[in-house]
């Protein structure tokens, strides 16, 4: 099939190259040049692991390359799919504009061409978007949906940092669609794919993928608010979880206590869904409390060290870990920024590393934190250690790693140390114990 694909974010990049790679023609296009110029040469402008790879592959052979024309690549494909960013505004609410520029774009072509067209939107929106906001654009060409083009929804359910693996190998594929012409389309698209495949109304595809993230984020907030239970009688959440999780009706993943859900999507969403639902005037009690024991945990995390380390004022923090999880140098909503934050309004001070996200981390907080190349330059000297993430180089340090630490304190806020080790010589502090 032809495909084109709009925006060449991760979400965009990750599946045009992986519908290359199941033998489709596809089309990315981006109105940044320098995007468009990197994908040509076959560099992925994000990292994600096995991109570079892949993108190589198919653009050496010629099944995928960018370009910024939009009105070409959609006279000359058959299938568009809209992956462009869809950000928070400050109320919450979702902001549409990318996706609207996009789409206003393709309204010239659709008008001048004499094809039958799917346009599907991948792009997280709040139910009913792609018919209320989106049609009415494409309507402005004089064509007919259901008769000129077909209409679509097709929710990703990418994590970042194995997007790929994500895409090639999903757990199912949501299929909405305005009738079945448009869901045959799109279900050609993912012939390849030997997955249960739901096929819905445009509508519910959208909420099915504010559900599971709003179900994956009350997950991690219930375990968050399990594990604080645990703390106050000395036991172990995530033992408590392994024995839940053992319940086919309850899988253990998503139930990891720590200092919080951060990134790109579950804020994001969540605030979105309660935004929508303020709208339709329903009340969300159940997603407020995951927002709020969301906001509380690190700072929980702060109180409890301040409480056993009697204070922090003029201490020496090493903080490893800023990324919003381990793996990316993506900081967005991460949750080392309350940690550093709460951290430095009490006097600490503060040096950070993380191997990837250094950089982006000081745009938030310019000039206020001090970054160490290494992890064993900012563990020097350090009363107080705080592993916010799950970064490999995290997992499975021995006491060793923490041998030139001044104090010997050590908060694992991502439970990656095996605690048995640190009983001895250090005071360990394991969120959800
Ligand atoms: C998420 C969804 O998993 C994906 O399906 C969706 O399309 C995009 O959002 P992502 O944001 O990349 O993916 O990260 P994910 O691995 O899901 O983790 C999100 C946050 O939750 C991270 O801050 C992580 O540290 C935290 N988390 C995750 C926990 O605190 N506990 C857990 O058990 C799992």
Same mark, same amino acid.
């Given at each position: 099939?032809k495909?084109?694909?709009?925006?060449?974010?991760?979400?965009?990049?990750?599946?045009?190259?992986?519908?290359?790679?199941?033998?489709?023609d596809?089309?990315?296009?981006d109105?940044?040049?320098?995007?468009?110029?990197?994908?040509?040469?076959?560099?992925?402008?994000?990292?994600e692991?096995?991109?570079?790879?892949?993108l190589?592959?198919?653009?050496?052979?010629?099944?995928?390359?960018?370009?910024?024309?939009?009105?070409?690549?959609?006279?000359?494909?058959?299938?568009?799919?809209?992956?462009?960013?869809? =950000?928070?505004?400050?109320?919450?609410?979702?902001?549409?504009?990318?996706?609207?520029?996009?789409?206003?774009?393709?309204?010239?072509?659709?008008?001048?061409?004499?094809?039958?067209?799917?346009f599907?939107?991948?792009?997280t @929106?709040?139910?009913?978007?792609?018919?209320?906001?989106?049609?009415?654009?494409?309507?402005?060409?004089?064509?007919?949906?259901?008769?000129?083009?077909?209409?679509?929804?097709?929710?990703?359910?990418?994590?970042?940092?194995? &997007?790929?693996?994500?895409?090639?190998?999903?757990?199912?594929?949501?299929?909405?669609?305005?009738?079945?012409?448009?869901?045959?389309?799109?279900?050609?698209?993912?012939?390849?794919?030997?997955?249960?495949?739901?096929?819905?109304?445009?509508?519910?595809?959208?909420?099915?993928?504010?559900?599971s993230?709003?179900?994956?984020?009350?997950?991690?907030?219930?375990?968050?608010?399990?594990?604080?239970?645990?703390?106050?009688?000395?036991?172990?959440?995530y033992?408590?979880?392994?024995?839940?999780?053992?319940?086919?009706?309850?899988?253990?993943?998503?139930?990891?206590?720590?200092?919080?859900?951060?990134?790109?999507?579950? =804020?994001?969403? @969540?605030? &979105?869904?309660?935004?929508? &639902?303020?709208?339709?005037?329903?009340?969300?009690?159940?997603?407020?409390?995951?927002?709020?024991?969301?906001?509380?945990?690190? @700072?929980?995390?702060?109180?409890?060290?301040?409480?056993?380390?009697?204070?922090?004022?003029?201490?020496?923090?090493?903080?490893?870990g800023?990324?919003?999880?381990?793996?990316?140098?993506?900081?967005?909503?991460?949750?080392?920024?309350?940690?550093?934050?709460?951290?430095?309004?009490?006097?600490?001070?503060?040096?950070?590393?993380?191997?990837?996200?250094?950089?982006?981390?000081?745009?938030?907080?310019?000039?206020?934190?001090q970054? &160490?190349?290494?992890?064993?330059?900012?563990?020097?000297?350090?009363?107080?250690?705080?592993?916010?993430?799950?970064?490999?180089?995290?997992?499975?340090?021995t006491?060793?790693?923490?041998?030139?630490?001044?104090?010997?304190i050590?908060?694992?806020?991502?439970?990656?140390?095996?605690?048995?080790?640190?009983?001895?010589?250090?005071?360990?502090?394991?969120?959800?114990?």
């Open positions: 099939m495909i084109s694909i709009i925006g060449t974010g991760y979400v965009g990049l990750v599946s045009g190259v992986g519908f290359a790679s199941k033998g489709h596809v089309t990315c296009i109105i940044v040049e320098e995007k468009v110029d990197k994908i040509n040469r076959g560099e992925p402008p994000i990292y692991e096995g991109l570079e790879e892949l190589k592959d198919v653009v050496s052979n010629d099944r995928l390359r960018a370009t910024k024309d939009t009105e070409e690549a959609i006279k000359e494909t058959e299938l568009t799919f809209i992956c462009v960013g869809t =950000p928070s505004k400050q109320d919450g609410s979702v902001d549409l504009s990318s996706v609207e520029k996009a789409v206003q774009d393709m309204v010239q072509p659709l008008k001048e061409k004499d094809e039958y067209h799917v599907c939107v991948k792009s @929106v709040v139910p009913g978007t792609t018919e209320e906001k989106v049609l009415p654009i494409l309507d402005r060409s004089g064509k007919k949906v259901g008769e000129d083009f077909g209409l679509g929804m097709n929710p990703e359910f990418l994590r970042e940092g194995i &997007a790929l693996e994500d895409f090639l190998n999903p757990d199912r594929i949501v299929l909405g669609g305005w009738d079945e012409k448009t869901l045959e389309i799109l279900s050609k698209a993912y012939e390849k794919f030997e997955v249960p495949k739901l096929k819905t109304d445009i509508k519910t595809a959208e909420m099915i993928k504010y559900t993230n709003a179900l994956l984020a009350t997950k991690i907030s219930f375990a968050n608010e399990i594990s604080r239970i645990c703390e106050s009688i000395g036991i172990d959440v033992e408590v979880m392994d024995g839940v999780g053992l319940d086919d009706r309850l899988k253990r993943d998503f139930l990891n206590a720590g200092a919080g859900f951060g990134g790109s999507c579950f =804020p994001k969403d @969540v605030k &979105a869904l309660v935004n929508y &639902a303020k709208e339709k005037d329903q009340e969300t009690k159940l997603l407020n409390s995951v927002l709020s024991i969301n906001e509380e945990q690190p @700072v929980h995390i702060i109180n409890r060290l301040e409480y056993v380390s009697e204070g922090v004022k003029g201490k020496k923090i090493a903080f490893l800023l990324a919003f999880k381990g793996g990316t140098d993506d900081v967005r909503e991460t949750r080392a920024f309350p940690m550093i934050t709460r951290l430095l309004e009490l006097g600490a001070d503060v040096i950070a590393y993380d191997p990837e996200a250094s950089e982006n981390f000081n745009e938030l907080l310019p000039g206020k934190v970054y &160490a190349n290494s992890r064993e330059d900012a563990l020097e000297d350090a009363d107080i250690c705080i592993i916010q993430n799950d970064w490999d180089e995290f997992k499975n340090l006491p060793k790693d923490f041998g030139h630490m001044k104090g010997n050590i908060v694992d806020a991502r439970r990656v140390l095996n605690r048995e080790e640190f009983t001895d010589d250090f005071i360990y502090i394991g969120v959800g114990m």
